[in-house]
T-cell receptor
Framework: LAKTTQPISMDSYEGQEVNITCSHNNIATNDYITWYQQFPSQGPRFIIQGYKTKVTNEVASLFIPADRKSSTLSLPRVSLSDTAVYYCLVGFSGSARQLTFGSGTQLTVLP | AAGVIQSPRHLIKEKRETATLKCYPIPRHDTVYWYQQGPGQDPQFLISFYEKMQSDKGSIPDRFSAQQFSDYHSELNMSSLELGDSALYFC??????????????FGSGTQLSVL
């Protein structure tokens, strides 16, 4: 399973764009990159998923360079309610049904 | 839309007691995962089931066991509870990796407190 590395914490202000980068140097060919958001005492919530280049949905964008050894989650115009822990996960290859959470990034949005 | 249902929401037990946590996946989801999250910790994978068969095993203690039933709901059984078992236990479900890329949907969790 690919190991991921993220910053432990980030601070931002309301209305700013936030970019959280995740390193996954040993990503496998068949692995996808998925980001989850977790609020205190709640289950993680799926944000976005991608394989290469750029993916955008209604809440975020995901940028993946050609070598796929890192990825960047971009949150446009954050608000106070975006304060949460963000996890980058890499998988699945083959039939593995084990999604491993690494250490996430605590994003704090300030007024 | 239907979500993953976990029960109970809160559970208080004494040391050495047993506990059973239940998880009802999203309809038509065939894979269930269990995670343990201690205070200030990241979610730790315990075990997963696909089509009622154990699929993968993580850092699940021998005192814990789990199964997935014919209606796809799953139960996590915990015996000889220890203080260190106090944590938030999440269940997640998905359509299974055979249908493409995995996307997990998590329940709200069961907060277990062992006194």
């Amino acid at each position: 399973l690919a190991k991921t590395t993220q910053p432990i914490s980030m601070d931002s202000y309301e209305g700013q764009e936030v970019n959280i980068t995740c390193s996954h140097n040993n990503i496998a060919t068949n692995d996808y990159i998925t980001w989850y958001q977790q609020f205190p005492s709640q289950g993680p919530r799926f944000i976005i998923q991608g394989y290469k280049t750029k993916v955008t949905n209604e809440v975020a964008s995901l940028f993946i360079p050609a070598d796929r050894k890192s990825s960047t989650l971009s949150l446009p115009r954050v608000s106070l309610s975006d304060t949460a822990v963000y996890y980058c996960l890499v998988g699945f290859s083959g039939s593995a049904r084990q999604l491993t959470f690494g250490s996430g990034t605590q994003l704090t949005v300030l007024p | 839309a239907a979500g993953v249902i976990q029960s109970p929401r809160h559970l208080i037990k004494e040391k050495r007691e047993t506990a059973t946590l239940k998880c009802y996946p999203i309809p038509r989801h065939d894979t269930v995962y269990w995670y343990q999250q201690g205070p200030g910790q990241d979610p730790q994978f315990l075990i997963s089931f696909y089509e009622k068969m154990q699929s993968d095993k993580g850092s699940i203690p021998d005192r814990f066991s789990a199964q997935q039933f014919s209606d796809y709901h799953s139960e996590l059984n915990m015996s000889s509870l220890e203080l260190g078992d106090s944590a938030l236990y999440f269940c997640a479900s998905s359509l299974g990796v055979d249908r493409g890329v995995e996307k997990l949907f998590f329940g709200s969790g069961t907060q277990l407190s062992v006194l």
